[in-house]
């Protein structure tokens, strides 16, 4: 599935289908990058992928205008919004002068609307003539064409193909807002996506939040039809939210790329629409007053959900007019989505996929030799056989422990970053992260990555060797982007209990900023809530998800980041249903613990942040709030004095190092253990950081920072 509304070229969604989930992918999330650009989804109706309204319209001299007919000749049209009384607006004249004239030589051509009644005509005669004689400007008096557009502000620009499809919509850039002036734009969104339709690509920020003086329009595009046909607007609805997964070669199990294919699945589609399952979105709709919304919500507005259910229930499923159709869009299987990588990296050796069966997780550890601190802002995992990668986990591993008295000098400074950092989740249609000017990632000198691997066979013997490109950035970025993960070991849910309810919370010790949030839970799994409680006491639903749906693991990305202030908790509440009225539950009979098959259960509340202030920036959070004996453990591994005693204890021949059989001793701390050695495997896995087959103190020590 597609995003309509995206707002940095990583935001792809995420919609891994966990079947098992082992220690190490319990304590992580999906990780997200913030783009300012801020775009979301602002209306009933669709934002792009439909067709331009139909509309004749009056010039500046009076003589009628097709839209459709001009976007239909040449390489393209650009409808420019623009007000000679909006200072901001104003700001952007020059730059609509050159565009014009370079997009002019490139086939393109512009229109420009002024969608202020009121602007004065020797004021609006002065900017007409910068352009060409021959450029058409509308004076949008009666507000028509601003009202069918959709026109958010008077810098709004709309970009039309030559099959009549918007194609993208916002600002030119991001050089002007009424708050700031940059010396040049960071991000050229309409230049961009003139590129990327130009060469047949897929258009990969397609909406973002344009700056000048807003509009009171009805906030969304005025679509019309006869008839709604397959050519003139389901195509376009299909092409817009399925098939980046729905293609060939693609991720999805049956292609929707033509009309035939459209019509053989039709009772399957109509059914998927219907229930919500797709596209695959699960955030309450109803978002309380004040929240910024979701960059990354894929759903159907109500219009596209009615459209295409109604022509799918219909008799004769009209194709239309071939004339009417979109753009085809090409989707490239052989090239890198972040360009050509600066740096990649792969596992040492294919991983053997046999035909059939149950395939145990892989793990693989590589060294990047690294020999600096490395920032990135674009990261890419593709595997050699994309069919049998269920997901993967990446994380950045510390390098091995220092044994030399100058690397013992620097120690403290080691320690601090001893604990594994998910840096990169991959999954179904979702392959690649792309930063935001002034954000991005750390990878340490000297650092390895560990692969976290869920393949599934595909009926046929295959291997598999993962790569992972990054692009490297040559400044250190004003942000860092920070993960963390709230987990609640101690859950008990009964049998046959159909509302069971967990919670945990977290402490926010220092201001920071939210960018995404990403629950965690299995098949028994209702509803999940987060919110977000003020010193105050005040709360705020963060996010709802009513109906959960474990075979789509999704991260939502806010689309501007949420201030939590100091002394803030983020607070997360779960509801179970282990009755026989789920139909996905494995066994109603069993009382449910934390566990890493899907067949136990989890609450995991991740989020990423970035810390509002510098000297925060690699501090760790508390351990969060939580319950059972599995919750004191953490508090206790949060103390040193404890923590070294409980070393000692479980460290039973006094070697100063624990084996994987004394580990068994942290039952005693935490009797839920007893009958679980898979989980402690997992959690010696996990902590061996060095994999000597070893925990020595400093590894130990690393515990305390696990979120549980």
């Known amino acids: 599935m597609k995003l309509t509304s995206q707002y940095s070229r990583n935001d792809r969604p995420k919609s891994n289908r966990i079947a098992r989930c082992g220690f190490i992918l319990c304590m992580t999330f999906m990780s997200v990058s913030l783009a300012m650009a801020s775009p979301q989804k602002t209306s009933d109706e669709a934002d792009v992928g439909g067709l331009l309204p139909s509309m004749i319209v009056k010039d500046q001299s009076g003589k009628a205008v097709d839209l459709r007919a001009m976007a239909k000749s040449g390489n393209g049209l650009i409808i420019a919004f623009h007000s000679t009384s909006c200072p901001v607006s104003k700001q952007y004249g020059p730059t609509l002068v050159r565009l014009e004239k370079e997009f002019r030589e490139k086939g393109l051509t512009m229109v420009i609307v002024n969608p202020h009644g009121t602007d004065k005509q020797a004021d609006i005669e002065k900017f007409r003539a910068q352009f060409p004689a021959d450029l058409t400007y509308i004076w949008d008096k009666d507000d028509s064409l601003s009202n069918a557009m959709g026109a958010r502000s008077t810098t709004e620009v709309f970009l039309i193909d030559t099959a009549m499809s918007i194609r993208y919509r916002g600002g030119l850039d991001d050089q002007f807002t009424k708050e700031r002036i940059l010396e040049e734009p960071k991000n050229d969104w309409l230049r961009d996506a003139i590129v990327e339709m130009l060469r047949n690509e897929r258009i990969v920020i397609a909406v973002t939040d344009p700056s000048g003086c807003l509009l009171e329009t009805r906030q969304n595009i005025t679509l019309e039809f006869k008839q709604v046909t397959y050519n003139n607007r389901i195509s376009r609805i299909i092409q817009q939210h399925c098939l980046e997964c729905h293609r060939k070669d693609g991720l999805g199990p049956f292609s929707l790329e033509t009309y035939e294919d459209v019509k053989d699945h039709k009772s399957m589609v109509r059914m998927v629409t219907k229930s919500g399952e797709m596209p695959p979105w699960f955030a309450d709709q109803n978002t309380p007053k004040g929240h910024p919304g979701w960059s990354n919500d894929r759903s159907l507005t109500a219009s596209e959900k009615r459209d295409l259910i109604n022509w799918l229930s219909s008799k004769d499923l009209a194709k239309g007019d071939a004339t009417d159709a979109p753009v085809a869009h090409v989707y490239k299987n052989d090239e890198w989505d972040i360009g050509k990588p600066d740096?990649?990296?792969?596992?040492e050796e294919p991983?053997?996929?046999?035909?059939?069966?149950?395939?145990?997780?892989?793990?693989?550890?590589?060294?990047?030799?690294?020999?600096?601190?490395?920032?990135?802002?674009?990261?890419?995992?593709?595997?050699?056989?994309?069919?049998?990668v269920h997901h993967a986990l990446v994380y950045v591993l510390p390098p091995k422990h220092p044994h030399t008295a100058a690397e013992l000098a620097t120690k403290s400074d080691f320690d601090n970053h001893l604990v594994p950092e998910l840096i990169f989740v991959y999954g179904p249609g979702d392959n690649f992260e792309k930063s935001a000017e002034g954000y991005g990632k750390l990878i340490r000198k000297g650092s390895r990555l560990r692969f976290q691997i869920h393949y599934t066979a595909k009926g046929e013997a295959t291997s598999d060797q993962l790569m992972l490109g990054i692009k490297i950035m040559k400044t250190k970025p004003k942000y860092l982007e920070i993960p963390h993960a709230m987990v609640n070991l101690g859950i008990k849910i009964p049998a046959a209990d159909a509302n069971h309810m967990e919670k945990i919370s977290q402490l926010i010790p220092f201001d920071i900023s939210l960018l995404s949030i990403a629950p965690h839970m299995h098949y028994r799994g209702k509803s999940i809530k987060y919110e977000l409680i003020y010193p105050d006491q005040r709360s705020e639903t963060l996010l709802f998800v009513p109906k959960w749906n474990f075979e789509w693991q999704l991260n939502y990305q806010l689309a501007k980041p949420i201030k939590v202030p100091k002394g803030s908790h983020i607070q997360t509440t779960a509801i179970y249903d282990n009755s026989s009225n789920n139909i996905d539950n494995p066994d109603p009979t069993k009382t449910i613990t934390w566990g890493p098959e899907s067949t136990d259960e989890m609450l995991v509340a991740g989020f990423v942040y970035i810390a509002d202030s510098e000297a925060n920036i690699h501090t760790t959070l508390p351990a969060p709030d939580t319950t059972g004996t599995s919750g004191l453990l953490v508090k206790l591994l949060s103390n040193q004095s404890v923590r070294d005693r409980m070393f000692r204890f479980i460290d039973s021949?006094?070697?100063?190092?624990?084996?994987?059989?004394?580990?068994?001793?942290?039952?005693?701390?935490?009797?839920?253990?007893?009958?679980?050695?898979?989980?402690?495997?997992?959690?010696?896995?996990?902590?061996?950081?060095?994999?000597?087959?070893?925990?020595?103190?400093?590894?130990?020590?690393?515990s305390s920072k696990l979120s549980g």
């Open 351 to 388: 991983i053997q996929i046999p035909a059939q069966g149950k395939i145990k997780y892989q793990v693989r550890t590589i060294q990047t030799n690294l020999e600096e601190d490395t920032w990135i802002n674009a990261i890419e995992v593709r595997p050699t056989d994309h069919e049998v």
């Open 653 to 702: 021949n006094g070697d100063k190092k624990i084996s994987r059989k004394e580990m068994d001793h942290i039952i005693t701390f935490s009797p839920d253990l007893k009958d679980r050695p898979d989980r402690i495997d997992n959690l010696f896995e996990l902590i061996d950081l060095d994999e000597d087959a070893f925990i020595d103190h400093s590894e130990f020590d690393s």
């Open 343 to 347: 740096r990649i990296f792969q596992l």
